[in-house]
């Protein structure tokens, strides 16, 4: 298993590092820095600006970014096959997506600050960024590292389920894991009286679906080194999994593969769900 994590001199990119072989114990990790400069990431804008000392400042924080590596690669147990570390000049989201695509992970993980959604849009955060425009699993860690040991799996429908299933049965835990699966029967809004029949009929065929994608999505993964059970909730499908995701110690989610314009405008449970979550979520696409 290859993952790729993105670090920085936040505690966050400290606990993804740290969350990582918490849950997994892959051959090959790459440790992605991008050394931002702002707006003198170019010479001839430092030159225009008047900076002094500009080689100075650059060299400074190139040394930073060599020692930030020093750092988070002795987190990384000993034991593990390879490690890579790879930092330059540059945006770090999209130094850490280009790098990403080049060595083709299995998974990128990141940290994440804790913004709501509005101010990491606005602030462009690099979880953020990495989230709407990553094209593989994705792992948002956020709070402190530890050990898991319940996880709660959210499914909507067959597709995201065989993703999911597919990817716990070929990238297991470290250790023995509780996993509940879980989906939400979202319930619509009736507006007129003549309607109720109808969703009675809707609401008998929804619960039907649902038990049974829970139940086979169950099934799959029982002899997996994984005890599972299963429940189904009714609500809003993003709030009630941040809620219900509480009390595990990671959320595994599936993601439609829209990216980044996409979508923002036709919305995803799975990017809602990471924005509300206080704990690690797995994006599996």
Known sequence: ????????????????VREVFALYAPHEVVLVHGVDLGIFRHPVVAQAA?????????????????????????????????VRKIYDFARPAAFLLDTAQKVNPDLIAVGARGRGPVSELLLGSVSHRILMHSTCPTLIVKGEARPPKRVLV???GTEDAQ???????????????????????????????????VFESWAKSASQYAEDLVKTTAAALANHQYTVTTQILNGDPASMIAAQGEAFDLLVVGSHGRTGAD?????SVSHSITHRSIRPVLVVR
Not at 52 to 79: C, I, K
Not at 178 to 183: A, P
């Open 1 to 16: 298993m290859k993952i790729v994590i993105g670090v920085d001199w936040s505690e966050q990119a400290f606990a993804a």
């Open 50 to 82: 008047n900076l002094q000392g500009y080689e100075e400042f650059r060299r400074a924080m190139q040394d930073a970014g060599r020692q930030l590596m020093e750092r988070t690669s002795a987190l990384v147990p000993s034991d593990t096959p390879s």
């Open 154 to 156: 959210a499914v909507e």
């Open 163 to 197: 993703r999911i299933r597919t990817w716990l049965i070929n990238h297991p835990f470290r250790t023995p894991i509780e996993l509940v699966v879980t989906t939400v029967i979202e319930q619509p809004r009736l507006t007129d009286p003549a309607s109720i029949l």
């Open 263 to 267: 979508r923002f405008l036709l919305g």
